[in-house]
């Protein structure tokens, strides 16, 4: 545990969560300021550096697989999800998370098989805003 990690002190259960996920090495948990119903943060319980390209493959493999699980599990929660997306971005809190968007609205697309959605946004980014978008 690191000191002063607010995620290691939800995965010692000092602060709670609202926990939707656990096992040994992992848990999963609502946000507290959610941008979307379902947003999720998946993290390690132990403590790792919040960059996923710099970890040994067994913790990176570990988070994805989960983080995984429970994509699947948001997809069956919501009727109009059909996925959830996931990024790892890691400025906010230093420690190893990803992120899951349950993607509301999609549901009925996938009926027909694979539908593209494109984004209105139009928006270059000079520098990161805190904030990653996927859009073209």
Not at 12 to 32: N, Q, V
Not at 49 to 61: G, H, K, Q
Request: charged share 25%; proline share 3%; hydrophobic share 35%.
């Amino acid at each position: 545990m690191e000191t002063g990690c607010i995620f290691c002190k939800f995965a010692s259960g000092e602060i709670p969560t609202r926990t939707i996920a656990e096992d040994e090495k992992h848990m999963a948990f609502l946000s507290h300021r959610p941008n979307t119903e379902g947003f999720t943060v998946v993290i390690t319980k132990d403590h790792h550096n919040s960059y996923f390209a710099e970890l040994e493959d067994d913790v990176r493999t570990g988070i994805v697989n989960f983080a995984s699980k429970v994509a699947k599990q948001l997809d069956l929660v919501f009727p109009d999800v059909a996925r959830t997306g996931m990024i790892f971005e890691g400025f906010g809190v230093d420690h190893l998370h990803c992120k899951l968007f349950p993607m509301h609205g999609t549901a009925d697309t996938t009926k027909e098989g694979w539908q593209k959605h494109a984004s209105s946004v139009d928006k270059y980014f000079h520098n990161y805003e805190g904030y990653l978008s996927s859009h073209d």
